[in-house]
C-alpha cells in the first residue's frame, strides 16, 4: 500500500485538515502563525509479503538538502530493504509533480482527484500506467526548450493497452480506479498530445472523454455518493456537456435522477453552490439544443422549446447577483492592470481562490450559449449581444490567471475563451483570442494544428442551436422527446 504525507508540519502537529494553498496554508494564515511550507517527506509503506507487516519508507522528494556525503538523485532513494514496485515508484512520481508544479496542479480541481491517486495505484495497471504517462508527459512539457513530441509513445501505448484491458473486463468497469485512468487520459490528451484537426468538437474534447461517460453512466447516480467519483464528475461535466451537444445527443445527467446529486444541500462554498446551479442546467443543454435543432426542421413546436430555453433563463437569473457580489468582493478578488497592451480589456482578475476562476468563467460560458439559444429561436441575433459582451468580458478578466496555471491549472478556460469570439468587437480582439488559445494549449506551427479564426468561427457556430450547413436534416436528429428519459 502506498500512503503519503501532503500537509505542512503545523497542520500535522495539530492534527488537522491542510489545504496546501502553498506559501502558506488556510489553516496556518486563520491561526496567524507561519507556515512551514510543503512537506520535506513523502512517506510510502510498502507491503512485506514474506512476513505480512508493513514497513515505512521515507523518501526525500521535495527540498534538496546538499551534502558532500550523499550525491543528489533525480530518482526516489528506496533502501534495497524494501522492493521498488512500480506502482511505489510513480506514486512518488505523482507526488513530487503535484508539489513541483504547484502552480499548475495547485489551482485546479484536478489535482484535489489526484491526490488520492497515489493510495490506489496498487493492483490497477491502468491507472498506474496512465499516471506514469501524465507524469512524463508534464515533465516533457515543462522542459526548455519545449521538444516537438510531448508524449513518450512507449508509456502512452502502455498506458492505452492497459486501459483498454480494464474497459474489457466486466469487474474492472465499476471500480473507480478505472474511472479515474480514463480521465487522466483524457486530461493527458485534451491538454498535452499533439491536437488534429476533429469537426464540429469543442476544445477540450478527447475519445477518452466517451470513455468517462461510459463508465459514469454505467456506474449510475448512486456513485455521486462517493466523493472522489462526485469529484469526477464536476471535473468533466462541462465537457460532457458540450461533447453530447455538438452530436446532437441526449445527455443522460440531464435526467432527474442525475439532476438531484446537483440539487442536495451540500456543505461547500457559496461559489460551488453557485457552480452547481450552472452545472445542473449545463447538463440539459444537448437536449435542449437538440430540440432547438427539430424546431428549425418543424418536428418541435415553439412553446415546448420557448418554456425549456426560458427556463434556465430563470435559474441564471438567481446566479447573477451572487456572481456579481463575488466579483465585486475586494477581500476576496482583486483587480490590477492588465500587463498586455492588446489585451481587450484594461484590468485583469487576481485571486488564489480556484473555486472563483471556474463558477465565474462556467456561468459566463453557460450564460452565453443560452443566449444564444434565445436568439437563435426567436431571430434576435442582436438582442443579447451587449449581455454577451458583458460575460465575454469577465471571461478575459480572468486571461493572466488561466495563462499562469495553465491549462492544467484551468483546464475550462480555453472553451470559455473560444465563445467570446462572437463578441470581439474589433479585428485585434479577434486575433488576440487566436493567439491566447494557441498559447495556453502551447499549439507549436511544426507539430500541431493552430488555431484559426475560421476554425473559432466553426466551433462556436455549435452553440448557435442551428443545422449545421453540411449536415444532413434527418442525420444524429433522435425522434423521441424528453419524455422517453424521464425515469431514466
Given amino acids: 500500500m502506498v500512503a503519503w504525507s501532503t500537509r505542512c508540519s503545523s497542520c500535522r502537529q495539530r492534527k488537522i485538515k491542510c489545504d496546501r494553498q502553498w506559501p502558506a496554508c488556510g489553516q496556518c494564515q486563520k491561526a496567524k502563525q507561519q507556515c512551514s511550507g510543503p512537506p520535506d517527506k513523502v512517506k510510502f509503506v510498502a507491503e512485506n509479503s514474506a512476513e505480512g507487516s508493513s514497513q515505512a519508507v521515507v523518501i526525500n522528494r521535495f527540498r534538496s538538502r546538499p551534502s558532500s556525503q550523499v550525491p543528489p538523485r533525480k530518482q526516489p532513494i528506496i533502501p534495497p530493504s524494501v522492493p521498488s514496485s512500480q506502482p511505489t515508484l510513480v506514486g512518488g512520481e505523482l507526488v513530487s509533480l503535484l508539489t513541483s508544479q504547484a502552480k499548475t496542479f495547485g489551482f485546479s480541481s484536478f489535482a484535489h482527484v489526484l491526490q488520492h491517486v497515489p493510495a490506489m495505484l496498487d493492483g490497477?495497471?491502468?491507472?498506474?500506467?496512465?499516471?506514469?504517462?501524465?507524469?512524463?508527459?508534464?515533465?516533457?512539457?515543462?522542459?526548455?526548450?519545449?521538444?516537438?513530441?510531448?508524449?513518450?509513445?512507449?508509456?502512452?501505448?502502455?498506458?492505452?493497452?492497459?486501459?483498454?484491458?480494464?474497459?474489457?473486463?466486466?469487474?474492472?468497469?465499476?471500480?473507480?480506479?478505472?474511472?479515474?485512468?480514463?480521465?487522466?487520459?483524457?486530461?493527458v490528451e485534451a491538454t498535452i498530445a499533439t491536437t488534429v484537426e476533429l469537426p464540429y468538437l469543442l476544445v477540450t474534447w478527447s475519445v477518452h472523454l466517451a470513455g468517462a461517460a461510459y463508465l459514469l453512466e454505467r456506474l449510475g447516480p448512486e456513485a455521486a455518493n462517493n466523493k472522489l467519483v462526485f469529484s469526477v464528475i464536476l471535473e468533466s461535466l462541462s465537457e460532457l456537456s458540450s461533447h453530447y451537444y455538438a452530436r446532437n445527443q441526449w445527455f443522460f445527467m440531464g435526467s432527474p435522477k442525475w439532476q438531484r446529486i446537483f440539487n442536495e444541500n451540500r456543505d461547500v462554498s457559496i461559489a460551488d453552490k453557485l457552480l452547481f446551479k450552472v452545472y445542473s442546467q449545463m447538463s440539459v443543454f444537448p437536449d435542449v439544443m437538440r430540440d432547438l435543432r427539430r424546431y428549425h426542421l418543424g418536428q418541435v413546436s415553439y412553446d415546448h422549446i420557448h418554456s425549456r430555453i426560458i427556463s434556465m433563463h430563470v435559474v441564471f437569473d438567481t446566479i447573477e447577483g451572487p456572481i456579481r457580489t463575488i466579483l465585486e468582493d475586494q477581500s476576496v478578488i482583486g483587480k490590477r492592470a492588465a500587463c498586455s497592451p492588446t489585451s481587450?480589456?484594461?484590468?485583469?482578475?487576481?485571486?488564489e481562490d480556484s473555486e472563483i476562476p471556474r463558477a465565474c468563467c462556467l456561468y459566463a460560458l453557460a450564460k452565453i450559449v443560452a443566449n444564444n439559444m434565445i436568439s437563435a429561436l426567436n431571430g434576435s441575433l442582436y438582442k443579447f449581444d451587449e449581455e454577451n459582451y458583458l460575460h465575454s468580458r469577465r471571461i478575459w478578466m480572468f486571461h493572466e490567471q488561466a495563462m499562469k496555471v495553465g491549462s492544467f491549472g484551468m483546464h475550462y478556460y480555453p472553451t470559455a475563451i473560444l465563445l467570446t469570439y462572437g463578441s470581439a468587437k474589433s479585428r485585434e480582439t479577434e486575433e488576440w483570442i487566436v493567439d491566447l488559445l494557441n498559447l495556453l494549449q502551447e499549439r507549436n506551427p511544426a507539430t500541431d494544428i493552430m488555431w484559426t479564426r475560421e476554425e473559432i468561427f466553426q466551433r462556436c457556430y455549435a452553440t448557435s442551436g442551428n443545422i449545421w450547413p453540411s449536415l444532413p436534416p434527418e442525420q444524429n436528429l433522435l425522434p423521441t422527446g424528453p419524455s422517453e428519459h424521464a425515469n431514466c
Fill in 344 to 351: 481587450p480589456v484594461e484590468e485583469v482578475y487576481d485571486t
Fill in 124 to 187: 490497477s495497471q491502468a491507472l498506474t500506467s496512465a499516471v506514469s504517462c501524465l507524469a512524463d508527459a508534464r515533465r516533457r512539457q515543462s522542459m526548455s526548450p519545449k521538444p516537438d513530441r510531448k508524449l513518450d509513445l512507449r508509456l502512452y501505448c502502455s498506458a492505452l493497452r492497459n486501459l483498454r484491458f480494464s474497459l474489457q473486463d466486466e469487474n474492472e468497469l465499476s471500480r473507480i480506479e478505472t474511472l479515474l485512468a480514463t480521465l487522466i487520459m483524457w486530461r
